[in-house]
């Protein structure tokens, strides 16, 4: 009857939606989706770009003033309204398009995302044989290979021993590593024109990882809640392994040295590039902006302490960047004493590192193909984490849209995402994909972000209320002093918009892959995707406003639409009706 509903939601449980089966399946799947590949392949590479320790100084006010602000305001929005990132807006009808735009950005970031699991996938499979394949130039024969790291050396011709100067032509080279990525790995093509031919073997390696992705989301939040128990705890494993074995090797000190020793160089921080990057990597390293975190936490039961949450998943995903910093740069040491150069000459960021330098340093080891297994299974279970995340965003929106038609039907809404990513994603394992997976990750997992995180901001502070949401968030956790939120009404009014309007001015720059730059029309096709996911913003704002019944700045901006009360107003009418029909000893105890 109507008393049990009231009191069955009153009890924390969402029969509709369904809850997460305890805590521990939360955090983790809030830390796999936090902690990803950036964590490993680019925080220890900006570290040392940007003075070493000293990096850690902006790094830790980013955290401070952006970071746990935006993840703190996206935990409680989706806890509060028990919604997904578009549903959410419903109490600001207007600004829904800010969900709609998080959700096209999550989808196309999941379109490639995969394609650098897959790279994972082959690496790993590659790495099941000794040799390692990369570890020589005999697997391939070409005379521009070297047995030396990228950009160390040269193979000058001479005709004869008084060849003039202005007569000797240098040929640049590349490591085993760097040409097995280039020539067998990827079979990359001279450019964006240059599309090829399907490269099969990261063909079958995306299907592979689809098919993962669509196993452990096919019952939705009840099945990827028992994988996270192994994908979002392993990558620390085996973190921890290769910090130990990475120690101990020969050189290793001169790589932690110039990562975070005694290289830190103070006078960097009055470079604005070290406060742009420790801003971006804040920013993209807790996945704020792209609704998953709205969409996880939307699964929590009413009244879970979401601000305690919040400051976990955020200190712990800066903690685990640090600590890979080491693992990574202990081992890069090693490879530098190996060569006998530099370390600065060695380390690499993104691609570079993962899929270059670091298998190459592997290579290096005794028992290679055991270290190399283990680092890219360790980048798989790191992706798979962050893919479960972006996935659920569009599940969730889709039941949530269509409730009555989707509720039954999780498996199918999975399974088919799943399959229309996949196919969608086909031209990223061409001959020229890695040039696609390059131009979607510098314009879709970028501008779009500023944006939907600022409208985010200013929706709910300045058009919703900012006491009216702290009101909200007091009713999950409890009354808590007018001190303890003076910080965060100063970062959520005043210096988290701030911070997101001077970094949108210093974030874009040209795509390139290497020295290769891409032709106008490419560029021109990524900011036609950034306008593909804005364009709904101000489309749905004037639509909503249009539709609405009575006065459209009450119904549209203002959040009063009371034919859409949110969780806060159905609780307040459950806890009346239950009070006035139960006994004189009044509501019982919940």
Same mark, same amino acid.
């Given at each position: 009857d109507k008393r049990l509903k009231c009191m069955t939601r009153l009890m924390d449980e969402n029969i509709d939606r369904g809850n997460w089966t305890n805590k521990r399946e939360y955090m983790l799947s809030m830390i796999g989706y936090a902690v990803g590949l950036g964590n490993v392949w680019r925080f220890p590479y900006l570290a040392y770009k940007n003075g070493g320790g000293a990096f850690l100084i902006p790094y830790v006010i980013m955290l401070a003033v952006a970071g746990i602000p935006l993840f703190f305001l996206e935990s409680s929005f989706g806890q509060f309204c028990?919604?997904? +990132?578009? #549903?959410?807006?419903?109490?600001? +009808?207007?600004? /829904?398009?800010?969900?709609?735009?998080?959700?096209?950005?999550?989808? $196309?970031?999941?379109?490639?995302? *995969?394609?650098?699991?897959?790279?994972?996938?082959?690496?790993?499979?590659a790495s099941f044989q000794s040799p390692l394949p990369w570890s020589d130039c005999f697997y391939w024969s070409n005379s521009n290979c070297s047995l030396t790291p990228r950009g160390t050396s040269n193979m000058t011709l001479w005709e004869n021993e008084t060849c003039p100067k202005e007569n000797i032509i240098s040929i640049p080279v590349q490591s085993p590593s760097e040409q097995y990525w280039d020539l067998v790995a990827l079979q990359r093509s001279s450019g964006l024109d240059e599309t090829g031919p399907v490269v099969w073997h990261l063909a079958l390696c995306l299907l592979l990882g689809w098919l993962l992705i669509a196993a452990a989301l096919y019952k939705g939040i009840k099945s990827s809640g028992k994988v996270v128990y192994f994908t979002a705890t392993f990558p620390y494993v085996v973190l921890l392994i290769l910090l130990i074995r990475g120690v101990t090797l020969e050189g290793a000190r001169d790589g932690i040295e110039f990562y975070i020793g005694s290289q830190s160089n103070l006078t960097k921080l009055g470079e604005a590039e070290v406060w742009r990057d420790a801003a971006t990597q804040i920013f993209y390293s807790l996945s704020v902006a792209w609704g998953g975190?709205?969409? $996880?936490?939307?699964? #929590?039961? !009413?009244?879970? *302490?979401?601000?305690?949450?919040?400051?976990?998943?955020?200190l712990t995903n800066c903690g685990t960047s640090v600590f890979a910093g080491f693992a990574i740069f202990s081992i890069l040491g090693h490879m530098a004493h190996v060569y006998g150069k530099p370390v600065s000459e060695v380390a690499q960021a993104g691609f570079g590192l993962a899929f270059i330098a670091y298998p190459d340093a $592997?290579?290096? $080891?005794? =028992?290679?193909?055991?270290?190399s297994i283990l680092f890219f299974f360790m980048l798989l279970t790191l992706g798979l984490d962050s893919q479960f995340a972006g996935i659920e965003v569009i599940s969730t929106c889709l039941q949530d849209a269509f409730p009555e038609r989707f509720k039954s039907k999780r498996s199918i809404i999975s399974v088919g995402t799943c399959a229309i990513l996949f196919l969608l994603g086909l031209p990223c394992v061409t001959q020229a994909g890695i040039y696609w997976v390059t131009l979607m990750d510098q314009f879709c997992a970028g501008f779009v972000l500023l944006i939907a995180a600022l409208l985010e901001l200013v929706g709910v502070f300045y058009f919703y209320g900012g006491n009216r949401f702290i009101k909200d968030i007091e009713m999950m956790i409890g009354t808590r002093s007018s001190l !303890?939120?003076?910080?965060?009404?100063?970062?959520?009014?005043?210096?988290?918009?701030?911070? =997101?309007?001077?970094?949108?001015?210093?974030?874009?720059?040209?795509?390139?892959?290497?020295?290769? /730059?891409?032709?106008?029309?490419?560029? %021109?096709?990524?900011?036609?995707?950034?306008?593909?996911?804005?364009?709904?913003? +101000?489309?749905? %704002?004037?639509?909503?406003?249009?539709?609405a019944q009575g006065n459209p700045w009450q119904v549209g901006v203002s959040g009063r639409d009371v034919s859409n009360p949110g969780p806060g107003k159905f609780r307040s009418k459950c806890m009346q009706y239950i009070k006035s029909n139960s006994p004189n000893t009044g509501v019982p105890s919940l």
């Open positions: 028990s919604q997904g +990132p578009v #549903n959410v807006w419903r109490a600001l +009808p207007v600004f /829904q398009g800010v969900g709609v735009a998080m959700v096209l950005v999550s989808t $196309l970031v999941g379109i490639y995302y *995969n394609v650098i699991i897959a790279y994972s996938l082959y690496y790993m499979f975190v709205t969409a $996880l936490s939307s699964y #929590n039961k !009413f009244h879970n *302490n979401v601000f305690k949450d919040a400051l976990t998943v955020c $592997l290579s290096k $080891l005794p =028992i290679s193909p055991l270290w !303890f939120w003076l910080w965060w009404r100063a970062c959520w009014f005043f210096i988290t918009p701030a911070v =997101i309007l001077v970094w949108s001015l210093l974030t874009f720059r040209p795509p390139s892959y290497g020295t290769v /730059q891409y032709p106008a029309w490419g560029v %021109a096709l990524g900011w036609c995707m950034i306008a593909f996911c804005l364009i709904w913003i +101000p489309l749905i %704002a004037i639509w909503k406003i249009l539709c």
